[in-house]
């Protein structure tokens, strides 16, 4: 029930001296109890079903508005279950918000190594705090800790006029860290065998890469054995190393999970170039939309028909579960063109190029549909407003776009600085070492993957609702790494490129060896992050949609290739060619793994979706995008490196039999390269291009009859 939750809009700050003097920002007013109980209240009667006509419930917070003294605290339930303590545990949770038992270690010092020595001035000094908290004005404030006797008990009293509550908070939490510390000092039980928060994290990078190694060596990808290697692990790792604190604070697995993808996201904008992007814009744009909404509009669907949700709660479901996983599909596609000597045509560039945007499109949508279920402004971020349905899609496109002018604009000064600091060590380095006489300011290649890692990370941690609000921080990273890689040098670009490749050896363990331990699953309690939500049958029913969802993605890509077909060269409009093309792109875009991860857990430890079906629905979420990773994460690693390495082996050989070139966009006999910015413009045809190249003859009146009927008019070079 909600009011067993601690809500987040009363974190807990630390303390300090003073009635308004928490640190940090925060919006609440001096009467927050009085001003906002009947909410509180309102909000723990509808989890438990209570009616909501007027005679059906009885809340009252203060009798005199903005009047703590007058407090009642009433909460009661009449129909049609009858309760009447919910409003003393509604008042217990608010205070335990406003006073919370972590700043309590603070008020006791210097004696946090052991228990208070003098209780009664303890009770003092947390008792006026606490009502210092509450808002209580000082004159109506009852502060007092006696001795008693056999006859009268002691006088420890901590109330507000007719708050009478902080009186027991105050030695609850007094006698709460007494217990915490002879519970630590002499355990009563032993604790479960759990690795500290640094052993858990060499043994992620011991055993994940152990696991990966084994998965190679049985011929299978190596996210097999990361995966593999976590759901083994996970009940052994430390659980503030999985978890953190609890939302809103992030746990050291997330982070690290986070900065692994930044890693993958700038290794693949270094691996493409602007002009490769510019060329194959349009099958950019309609491979990363076309595919994800066929199958996002089939998830959505099916959540009407099969489980009865309502449209919002089953976009929020959908917009997770039918995207790709861009950290598996870029890793696997960057280990295929990094083989030497071997020619693997222009698919694997081109689902590099669409993979992440897919990803931003998807985050999008999901944040966009949870906004729509709360019906209140998020505590968390007070000063963000909750936007219509109409201005969220609207904003949809701003949002793309704004992240990519931000990310080339990012990526420009990144490579500005990086260009100057080479060029000074390398054309003046006496006067550089003479004039810094700072290791920390050389040119070395960790220094300049250094800077552009932490430029990528700052603005990859900007861009959330917190701070800059229409941006994604997957596309602004990936844009930087593309502007990056376009201004800087080519040898020091090659050099960056080289590094990042070095530091993805080490953070490839971390992102998909923790994917695992988020995922983990036994057949008592469910994944890790969540419990079931889902029955023996919907688990079968949503392992079945899994698969015709991805059947229902092959006919989006389908439809995107007969909308690329009339911009097609000549030998590419064959079946020969366009079949492969079709299945070869299908299977690029099946694996599923870090959107899922990340964000299907969201829903439940957000509380995104309100009451207590909504809470169930959360597990489903959980539990089905845990299913999608442990399923197509491997088999859509496994066909990426068998089958679809040999598909786009074969493409390249189709066009390189017809004498195609992918960097041009053109046939080898085409000399005009300047003209040609995308393959509908220009190319002769496919028959006199093969025998151009049979003959081995090149001249003008040839080029001139090849590009007849195409508008295209011949200029000698000399002009």
């Known amino acids: 029930m909600r009011f067993l939750i601690p809500h987040i809009f009363l974190c807990s700050f630390a303390l300090s001296n003073g009635r308004e003097s928490f640190q940090s920002l925060h919006f609440d007013g001096h009467y927050f109890l009085c001003d906002h109980y009947e909410d509180f209240c309102s909000n723990a009667l509808d989890e438990i079903g209570c009616g909501v006509e007027p005679n059906d419930r009885t809340i009252l917070g203060c009798s005199i508005p903005q009047q703590l003294a007058s407090y009642s605290g009433t909460c009661t339930c009449h129909n049609p279950i009858h309760i009447t303590k919910a409003g003393l545990r509604v008042t217990q949770q608010i205070i335990s918000n406003r006073m919370p038992s972590s700043d309590v270690h603070w008020m006791l010092e210097p004696y946090v190594t052991g228990p ?12 006026k705090e606490t009502l210092d908290r509450l808002g209580c004005p000082v004159a109506q404030q009852t502060v007092s800790a006696a001795d008693g006797n056999d006859l009268e008990p002691d006088q420890f009293a901590c109330t507000c006029g007719l708050l009478t509550e902080p009186s027991n908070h105050v030695l609850r939490l007094i006698f709460d860290y007494i217990n915490l510390y002879e519970g630590q000092s002499h355990p009563v039980f032993s604790n479960p065998v759990m690795l500290s928060v640094s052993m858990s994290a060499c043994c992620v990078l011991l055993v994940g890469k152990l696991g990966a190694v084994i998965a190679v060596y049985f011929k299978l990808p190596a996210i097999v054995g990361f995966l593999l290697a976590g ?13 953190g604190a609890g939302y809103p604070f992030p746990s050291p697995a997330s982070e690290l999970k986070n900065i692994a993808l930044i890693i993958v996201l700038m290794r693949a904008g270094f691996a493409l170039h602007v002009g490769e992007i510019k060329k194959t814009l349009v099958a950019s744009i309609s491979l990363c939309t076309l595919p994800y909404f066929c199958e996002f509009f089939f998830w959505l669907y099916c959540g009407k028909v099969y489980f009865g949700w309502s449209t919002i709660s089953m976009g929020l479901f959908a917009s997770i579960q039918a ?7 870029i890793s696997a596609l960057l280990n295929i063109l990094a083989v030497p000597k071997v020619d693997f045509g222009y698919v694997p560039k081109q689902i590099l190029t669409s993979t992440p945007i897919e990803a931003v499109v998807s985050i999008i949508l999901f944040w966009i549909f949870a906004n729509l279920e709360q019906t209140t402004t998020d505590s968390m971020y ?9 201005l969220n899609c609207v904003l949809i496109p701003v949002n793309i776009l704004f992240s990519t002018v931000l990310g080339v604009l990012v990526g420009w000064l990144a490579s500005l600085y990086i260009n100057w600091r ?3 060590v390398h ?3 006496v006067l550089w070492e003479s004039v810094n006489r700072n290791p920390q300011l050389s040119g070395s290649t960790g220094d300049l993957v250094y800077v552009l890692v932490v430029v990528c990370y700052t603005f990859f941690s900007l861009c959330n609702k917190g701070y800059i609000q229409q941006c994604s921080g997957v596309l602004v990273v990936f844009v930087i790494s593309i502007s990056a890689s376009k201004f800087i040098n080519h040898t020091t670009g090659a050099a960056i490129g080289g590094g990042l490749k070095g530091i993805w050896t080490f953070a490839e363990v971390f992102l998909f060896t923790l994917t695992g331990t988020s995922l983990s699953f036994d057949s008592s309690n469910g994944p890790l992050y969540g419990q079931r939500g889902l029955n023996p049958s919907g688990m079968q029913l949503v392992i079945w949609l899994l698969f015709v969802g991805t059947g229902i993605r092959s006919i989006g890509i389908a439809i995107s290739i007969l909308l690329m077909y009339p911009s097609l060269a000549p030998h590419r409009r064959k079946l020969k060619w366009l079949i492969p093309f079709w299945l070869n792109c299908w299977i690029f875009q099946m694996p599923k793994a870090t959107v899922h991860a990340t964000m299907g857990k969201v829903a439940y430890d957000q509380h995104l979706i309100p009451g207590a079906i909504g809470l169930n629905q959360a597990l489903v979420i959980s539990q089905a995008t845990a299913f999608a990773v442990l399923i197509f994460a491997p088999i859509g690693a496994f066909l990426t490196q068998t089958v679809g390495s040999r598909l786009s082996r074969y493409l390249a050989k189709l066009d390189s039999e017809a004498g195609w070139s992918n960097e041009n966009l053109c046939y080898e006999n085409c000399r005009s390269t300047g003209l040609l910015s995308t393959e509908a413009q220009v190319y002769p045809a496919a028959d006199d291009a093969q025998n151009s190249k049979a003959k081995g003859t090149e001249n003008n009146n040839h080029d001139e009859n090849a590009f007849k009927g195409h508008g295209i008019t011949i200029v000698p070079a000399s002009t």
């Open 116 to 127: 208070p020595y003098d209780i009664k001035l303890s009770y003092k000094i947390i008792c």
């Open 382 to 390: 007070p000063w963000v407003k909750v936007l219509p349905l109409w």
């Open 427 to 429: 054309t003046h380095p």
């Open 231 to 243: 759901v083994g692990i996970q009940n052994f790792l430390n659980l503030m190393f999985l978890k």
């Open 323 to 329: 995207p790709l996983g861009p950290s598996v599909i």
């Open 422 to 424: 080479v060029a000074q």
